[in-house]
């Protein structure tokens, strides 16, 4: 049975960083692409991140860019997410997600999803 889950959420200062984890338990396939969300209170949930097999060809919303950088190590099947500059904007819960293709995954076609970590950033 494979899944997904999430670790390093917490509550950090504005400006401050945090880097979250996604580590996947079972077989998996190479050809998947990963990625990263979030879903704030009261808001959809929106793609942040997304990355090819072989730590490669990284796709960011705007939102994000130049703050967050994604990241995949396929030896340990750890997908990671490196938050620097942190808003309060962005509280939310973190989800890592799984897809055939970053393309894919930016459209919301997720086949398979973590169970999410919270990210709380204070004023």
């Known amino acids: 049975q494979v899944r997904l889950e999430e670790s390093g959420g917490g509550l950090v200062q504005a400006g401050g960083s945090l880097r979250l984890s996604c580590a996947a338990f079972?077989?998996?396939?190479?050809?998947?692409?990963r990625g990263w969300f979030r879903q704030a209170p009261g808001k959809e949930r929106e793609f942040l991140a997304g990355?090819?097999?072989?730590?490669?060809?990284?796709l960011y919303a705007d939102s994000v860019k130049g703050r967050f950088t994604i990241s995949r190590d396929d030896a340990t099947k750890t997908t990671y997410l490196q938050m620097n500059s942190l808003k309060p904007e962005d509280t939310a819960i973190y989800y890592c997600?799984?897809?055939?293709?970053?393309?894919?995954?930016?459209?919301?076609?997720?086949?398979?999803w973590g169970q999410g970590t919270w990210v709380t950033v204070s004023s």
């Open positions: 997600a799984r897809g055939d293709s970053v393309a894919a995954i930016s459209r919301g076609s997720v086949d398979l």
């Open positions: 990355i090819c097999y072989g730590d490669g060809d990284p």
């Open positions: 079972g077989r998996t396939y190479k050809y998947y692409a």
